[in-house]
C-alpha cells in the first residue's frame, strides 16, 4: 500500500509485464534497437482519493542496472490510464499500463513505482 503526504491510501499490484509490447501504429514504435516493454498496474483505493500520473511515478530498472522512464508511447497490449494520469477513490480499481524503452539484449530486472507527493518506493522482481 502506498500513502501520500494528504492520507489518502491505495494499494499498487503490477498486474504483468508485457516484453516486448507492439506499438499501435506506425508513429509509436521504439527507436531502433530498442523494445517496449509494458507494466500492467492494478490500483485500488483504501482511504481518501489518490491521483497522481503513473508515468511519473513507475521506473523500470535493466540488468544492466540503468533505470529506466516511462516512454509516452501507447501499445495495442494495454492502456495507459488516462494519458498516465489516475484518481482512485476507497474501493475503486484502476487498471493500466507504463511503457518503456528498453535496449535489445536488456533484461527487465525490476519495476518501481515511487509517488510523486510523498510516501515509500515500491519494487517488484521481473520474472
Known amino acids: 500500500t502506498e500513502t501520500d503526504d494528504s492520507g489518502n491510501t491505495m494499494s499498487i499490484a503490477l498486474s504483468s509485464a508485457i ?25 485500488t483505493g483504501i ?22 522512464a516511462a516512454a509516452l508511447d501507447d501499445v495495442s497490449e494495454c492502456t495507459n490510464f488516462t494519458d498516465g494520469d489516475y484518481k482512485v477513490a476507497p474501493n475503486q480499481s484502476s487498471m493500466g499500463c507504463v511503457v ?13 513505482w ?10 517488484w522482481e521481473v520474472p
Do not use: K, M
Open 19 to 43: 516484453d516486448p509490447a507492439h506499438g499501435i501504429n506506425d508513429i509509436d514504435q521504439p527507436s531502433t534497437g530498442n523494445r517496449f516493454v509494458a507494466t500492467e498496474f492494478t490500483l
Open 100 to 112: 518503456f524503452q528498453v535496449p535489445l539484449g536488456v533484461t527487465a530486472s525490476q519495476v518501481t
Open 47 to 68: 482511504r481518501g482519493s489518490s491521483a497522481d500520473n503513473a508515468n511519473n511515478n513507475a521506473s523500470l530498472v535493466g540488468d544492466n542496472h540503468h533505470v529506466y
Open 114 to 123: 515511487t509517488p510523486e507527493f510523498g510516501g515509500t518506493t515500491t519494487i
